[in-house]
């Protein structure tokens, strides 16, 4: 047991919504496993953060146990690691509450994934505005055109017609977005903040929301004294971002409109080797590691040397002479094949136990929580 030695600490998490899938896998938990042996791990399913949109609570039930279920069959050891539900500590949604009151809506606005899920960009905004100003004033030759003091009332009117539709366009779509979906990376911050986390492991579509978490750990610390250790983030160097099978120019998304767009860690392994034959590639046919010109390949090659622990130049080497028909066969067996082993071991655990170590687990993770936020309490005034 070495869950109370004086090692760095890392926390992470994952969203118990959508089907959990290699990217996560590769990108997230593969770094997990690896970390056990030297940090004290917290490993957390958050179910809050996956309520910032609409989800069936029998469906988000299941999700919540397959999610541990998949900690556990990766290979996160709950005799060396905690492994917990989020809701079950109710620090976090506290902290999260304290640090919206230090947190400014431009802190998230920026957030990529924010304007990505809620589809509203404060700088299209700007783009916006000033392309629709150019079009239709300028290049219009509206300008041109004015020689009358008419004229220019009629210029302005029609300007101020064109920016009216795009700022009420805008307003619509933003008046829509749940204030969850908006405030999520501050309670992200929070589940970060509560352990003294050291580095947080995550693939690099979270590194911007772990920028925000060590903003606000130095904005709180400075405010009100040192409370909170600034955490790293930590991203693999490959498999950080693997990226859609349909669509290599999107990152692998558990919410993404079609399944032919990532193998799910649950997929039926048949299922998943169609995918990976059906997955995109690119025109030519080398197997060349390019992430500029041949995205798709790359991606797949990716997959491969993550899954099998093979260099990429190895793999290249490797298909010197082949076409992509070979490589993305074998690739369709290793997938098949990683499927089957995980899958074994997914099934082998039972509901109940799984129960059991995500309470013990929050009965070890509570008492450090707790002590974060007493601290954070007495520092702001309110105890
Ligand atoms: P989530 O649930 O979207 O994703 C879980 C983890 O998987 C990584 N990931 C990927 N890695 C490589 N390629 C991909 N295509 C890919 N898609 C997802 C994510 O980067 C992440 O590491 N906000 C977080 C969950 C969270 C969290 C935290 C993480 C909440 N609190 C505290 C760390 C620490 C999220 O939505 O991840």
């Known amino acids: 047991m070495t869950k109370t030695n004086q090692k760095p600490r890392i ?20 770094q997990w496993v690896e970390m056990q042996a030297e940090y004290n791990c ?55 509450w304290i640090f919206n009151t230090i947190t400014q809506n431009g802190d998230l606005t920026k957030m990529t994934q924010f304007k990505d899920k809620a589809g509203v960009d404060f700088n299209s ?34 300007a101020h017609e064109v920016i009216w539709d795009f700022v009420q366009s805008f307003k619509l779509q933003f008046n829509k977005v749940g204030v969850g979906l908006f405030d999520y990376p501050v309670l992200m911050a929070a589940d970060i903040l509560l352990y003294n986390t050291d580095v947080v492991p995550v693939g690099d579509d979270q590194t911007q929301h772990v920028e925000l978490a060590r903003d606000i750990a130095k904005r709180f610390n400075n405010r009100f004294g040192e409370i909170f250790k600034v955490p790293e983030v930590k991203i693999k160097k490959e498999g950080a971002r693997i990226m859609g099978l349909d669509n290599p120019e999107k990152k692998m998304s558990k919410s993404a409109a079609s399944d032919a767009n990532y193998v799910a860690l649950t997929d039926e392994p048949d299922k998943a080797a169609k995918k990976i034959m059906r997955a995109v590639t690119d025109t030519g046919k080398d197997i060349l590691y390019d992430k500029e010109n041949k995205p798709g390949i790359t991606n797949l090659i990716s997959i491969y040397s993550n899954l099998t622990e093979t260099p990429v130049r190895d793999i290249e080497k490797k298909y010197k002479r082949k076409g992509y028909g070979d490589f993305k066969k074998d690739l369709a067996e290793i997938v098949k094949k990683f499927l089957a ?11 109940k136990d799984v129960r059991r170590i995500l309470n013990e687990g929050a009965d070890q993770a509570r008492p450090i929580a707790e002590e974060t936020l007493r601290k954070v309490k007495e520092k702001i005034g309110i105890k």
């Open 125 to 158: 905004l700007e783009k916006g505005l000033s392309d629709s100003w150019n079009e239709k004033i300028f290049n219009s030759g509206l300008i041109k055109k004015i020689e009358k003091e008419k004229d220019i009332s009629l210029a302005l009117n029609s």
């Open 11 to 30: 926390f992470s998490g994952i969203q118990p919504s959508g089907n959990l899938h290699i990217g996560n896998y590769l990108g997230a938990i593969t």
């Open 42 to 96: 917290i490993f957390c399913v958050v179910d809050y953060h996956a309520i910032t949109v609409p989800q069936k609570p029998e469906v988000l039930r299941a999700k919540i146990m397959e999610t541990a279920k998949i900690y556990l069959a990766a290979g996160i050891d709950p005799k060396r690691s905690i492994i917990f539900q989020q809701s079950d500590i109710s620090a976090h949604t506290e902290l999260c």
């Open 341 to 351: 082993d995980f899958q074994k071991k997914y099934n082998a655990i039972s509901d």
